[in-house]
């Protein structure tokens, strides 16, 4: 299967699986009333709540966030007219800032190489990579969090880099973030795992974001940033207070990959999309956001995917994860969160930060799949963009991200609508909100496999006006393509109220005006 095969596929594909979810959408199943009010509102979801994760070793080519890159510009900006892009990941451990050409690269600590985690190979951060960055954003309309490393980095190279990239991004860049999956310092031998804790990162991280602000005096900071231990977020905003001129950190971020690797039997798509992983998303969040608070600031999910060390076939890259990460961001959002970045990036680069491969071609290889069949899978298997030679491809779970990102800038509505759909038996979730228009918009995702949903919405008697529909749909879960479809005519409230048809496995977002 060649990328021109492919991207023929998707054109033809669409119409008719768009009509045969379409039609699915007009059979009747359980039946579930809601009620929408407006009186109370809830957390604000950022109007550029929709982001991307990659790894900083993507900037070792300068012409990947570039100007140049049209067809990668087009992506983001289909993805959301405002976005925020995160650059850190493993392997920003091992890159140097290299001011010139002639820079002589630094000396660096020796560490042994750890399985599954990347391989001790050292790269530059030029200039040109920088200033590359910065007309891609401009291009895009998408603003920046900056990784620098922590794990073997120094004071002053972190200062020195600091600042050419705030005076390069400008208003581009949002924040500086010191140090990746900071926690899982002692397990691939960057500090002493009998030692290291959080009260010791938090004193290193201390002596970097000084001297960053010594040279960048506006600059602002996320952290920790840690990989899987929320508690080091509790135990940070517990010493914060203690600090004394503490540099000024806006945000508190964490990471979150649903399983992995990909050789786990338990990382399947039952298992993603059933109501029990989301109540584990719920207990992290609650703890987040009590530390968020604590300090002052809000809670950013900043990497995550499905399954980790580069995702899995067969779940990773189909509409089950398009279903995921739609439900996934919309929880988030509606808990405070002020944005999500979904990992991804080249092949190359994922591969490089956790240990030289994917294991999600191992599985491939182990099924007997061709070359030609593996290679027509996204690289990373998680990427939301993906990237086949030349050319950029949305994959589904980047539209479950845009889907999402259909409340973007909004403010919640307060309800207990998920758990009142779930009475149905039905695994199925839903969020409304008040947009900025003054529309509100509810999203129902039906993420059971067997079982379609009929919803009531009640609106209250007064409310009039015409409702636009949107569908996220496929052939199946296990498709490997996913679209958003609008409807063609828009329907209209009937005293109030109004009823959606919600077919297994699709989401619909209805927007009714004001």
Same mark, same amino acid.
């Given at each position: 299967?060649?990328?021109?095969?492919?991207?023929?596929?998707?054109?033809?594909?669409?119409?008719?699986?768009?009509?045969?979810?379409?039609?699915?959408?007009?059979?009747?199943?359980?039946?579930?009333?809601?009620?929408?009010?407006?009186?109370?509102?809830?957390?604000?979801?950022?109007?550029?709540?929709?982001?991307?994760?990659?790894?900083?070793?993507?900037?070792?080519?300068?012409?990947?966030?570039?100007?140049?890159?049209?067809?990668?510009?087009?992506?983001?900006?289909?993805?959301?007219?405002?976005?925020?892009?995160?650059?850190?990941?493993?392997?920003?451990?091992f890159a140097w800032w290299k001011p010139a050409p002639g820079s002589p690269e630094p000396a660096h600590p020796q560490l042994p190489a750890v399985e599954g985690w990347p391989k001790p190979q050292?790269?530059?951060?030029?200039?040109?990579?920088?200033?590359?960055?910065?007309?891609?954003?401009?291009?895009?309309?998408?603003?920046?969090?900056?990784?620098?490393?922590?794990?073997?980095?120094?004071?002053?190279?972190?200062?020195?880099?600091?600042?050419?990239?705030?005076?390069?991004?400008?208003?581009?860049?949002?924040?500086?973030?010191?140090?990746?999956?900071?926690?899982?310092?002692?397990?691939?031998?960057?500090?002493?795992?009998?030692?290291?804790?959080?009260?010791?990162?938090?004193?290193?991280?201390?002596?970097?974001?000084?001297?960053?602000?010594?040279?960048?005096?506006?600059?602002?900071?996320?952290?920790?940033?840690?990989?899987?231990?929320?508690?080091?977020?509790?135990?940070?905003?517990?010493?914060?207070?203690?600090?004394?001129?503490?540099?000024?950190?806006?945000?508190?971020?964490?990471?979150?990959?649903?399983?992995?690797?990909?050789?786990?039997?338990?990382?399947?798509?039952?298992?993603?999309?059933?109501?029990?992983?989301?109540?584990?998303?719920?207990?992290?969040?609650?703890?987040?956001?009590?530390?968020?608070?604590?300090?002052?600031?809000?809670?950013?999910?900043?990497?995550?995917n499905t399954c980790y060390r580069g995702g899995k076939p067969g779940v990773s890259d189909v509409f089950a994860a398009a279903l995921w990460s739609a439900d996934y961001s919309l929880l988030l959002?509606?808990?405070?969160?002020?944005?999500?970045?979904?990992?991804?990036?080249?092949?190359?680069?994922?591969?490089?930060?956790?240990?030289?491969?994917?294991?999600?071609?191992?599985?491939?290889?182990?099924?007997?799949?061709?070359?030609?069949?593996?290679?027509?899978?996204?690289?990373?298997?998680?990427?939301?963009?993906?990237?086949?030679?030349?050319?950029?491809?949305?994959?589904?779970?980047?539209?479950?991200?845009?889907?999402?990102?259909?409340?973007?800038?909004?403010?919640?509505?307060?309800?207990?609508?998920?758990?009142? !759909?779930?009475?149905?038996?039905?695994?199925?979730?839903?969020?409304?909100?008040?947009?900025?228009?003054?529309?509100?918009?509810?999203?129902?995702?039906?993420?059971?496999?067997?079982?379609?949903?009929?919803?009531?919405?009640?609106?209250?008697?007064?409310?009039?006006?015409?409702?636009?529909?949107?569908? !996220?749909?496929?052939?199946?879960?296990?498709?490997?393509?996913?679209?958003?479809?609008?409807?063609?005519?828009?329907?209209? !409230?009937?005293?109030?109220?109004?009823?959606?048809?919600?077919?297994?496995?699709?989401?619909?977002?209805?927007?009714?005006?004001?």
């Amino acid at each position: 299967m060649t990328t021109i095969g492919r991207r023929e596929f998707l054109t033809t594909a669409a119409g008719s699986i768009a009509a045969t979810r379409l039609h699915l959408q007009h059979q009747t199943g359980s039946r579930v009333s809601l009620k929408i009010s407006t009186e109370v509102t809830g957390p604000h979801m950022p109007a550029d709540f929709v982001g991307l994760s990659y790894e900083v070793q993507q900037l070792t080519d300068p012409t990947f966030f570039a100007p140049s890159n049209l067809g990668l510009i087009r992506q983001f900006k289909a993805l959301a007219p405002r976005g925020v892009l995160r650059l850190g990941g493993n392997t920003s451990e091992f890159a140097w800032w290299k001011p010139a050409p002639g820079s002589p690269e630094p000396a660096h600590p020796q560490l042994p190489a750890v399985e599954g985690w990347p391989k001790p190979q050292y790269y530059a951060v030029t200039p040109e990579a920088v200033r590359n960055l910065a007309a891609f954003l401009s291009a895009t309309g998408w603003t920046c969090l900056y990784g620098i490393g922590m794990g073997t980095n120094t004071p002053q190279r972190a200062a020195e880099e600091a600042a050419f990239v705030a005076e390069t991004l400008r208003a581009s860049l949002q924040y500086f973030q010191i140090g990746n999956e900071v926690d899982f310092f002692g397990r691939h031998n960057m500090r002493d795992a009998k030692t290291w804790s959080a009260k010791i990162y938090l004193e290193e991280w201390l002596s970097l974001a000084r001297a960053v602000t010594s040279r960048v005096s506006a600059a602002k900071f996320g952290m920790p940033d840690v990989g899987s231990e929320v508690a080091w977020l509790t135990e940070i905003a517990d010493l914060w207070a203690s600090i004394r001129n503490p540099p000024p950190v806006t945000t508190v971020s964490h990471h979150y990959y649903f399983g992995g690797p990909a050789t786990n039997p338990e990382v399947n798509i039952p298992n993603l999309l059933k109501p029990a992983t989301m109540a584990k998303v719920q207990k992290t969040a609650d703890a987040a956001t009590a530390a968020a608070n604590k300090m002052g600031v809000r809670v950013r999910m900043t990497e995550g995917n499905t399954c980790y060390r580069g995702g899995k076939p067969g779940v990773s890259d189909v509409f089950a994860a398009a279903l995921w990460s739609a439900d996934y961001s919309l929880l988030l959002a509606s808990n405070n969160y002020s944005g999500i970045n979904l990992h991804g990036g080249t092949g190359k680069s994922v591969a490089n930060s956790v240990g030289g491969f994917l294991p999600g071609d191992i599985l491939l290889k182990e099924k007997g799949e061709s070359l030609e069949l593996i290679a027509a899978h996204p690289h990373p298997f998680y990427t939301p963009i993906a990237t086949f030679g030349s050319e950029y491809v949305m994959e589904p779970v980047a539209y479950g991200l845009k889907f999402a990102g259909e409340l973007s800038g909004g403010t919640f509505l307060p309800g207990d609508y998920t758990s009142q !759909l779930q009475t149905t038996g039905v695994d199925a979730t839903a969020y409304a909100a008040t947009l900025p228009s003054g529309d509100v918009a509810v999203i129902i995702l039906n993420k059971d496999t067997e079982q379609n949903l009929e919803v009531a919405l009640d609106f209250g008697t007064g409310r009039t006006g015409a409702v636009e529909t949107k569908i !996220l749909h496929a052939a199946a879960p296990d498709s490997r393509e996913a679209h958003i479809t609008p409807s063609s005519e828009p329907g209209h !409230l009937q005293h109030g109220q109004y009823t959606a048809d919600v077919a297994r496995a699709t989401g619909v977002c209805l927007t009714l005006s004001k």
